[in-house]
């Protein structure tokens, strides 16, 4: 199992890396809830350094476009991998992220 990490990126953005899988979503998302309590301004995550994903890194992103509104904050995406686009789209659920272009 590979693990799944974030890190404030060049520009500001926050760039998510490794696996999002079931095992690892949980742990993300305990990591990311402090970002978004202390969000001062619109959020932009990158995905482009994530190897692999499944259905519960559909789920983490709608979660983190559920909490930016919450708190009234923007979100976008940048690098979204083919693999949770596909799972996205299927879904039918692709609008609800904000993806921002390269």
Do not use: K
């Amino acid at each position: 199992m590979s693990g799944a990490s974030l890190h404030p990126g060049d520009g500001g953005e926050l760039r998510v890396s490794g696996e999002l899988s079931f095992d690892t979503v949980p742990a993300l998302w305990r990591e990311a809830n402090a970002v978004f309590t202390d969000a001062r301004g619109d959020l932009c995550f990158d995905l482009e350094a994530v190897d692999r994903t499944d259905s519960a890194g559909l789920a983490l992103l709608i979660e983190w476009v559920r909490a930016a509104g919450e708190r009234g904050v923007g979100i976008r995406f940048r690098n979204i991998p083919a693999q949770l686009m596909e799972i996205a789209r299927v879904s039918g659920v692709e609008d609800l992220l904000a993806v921002s272009p390269d």
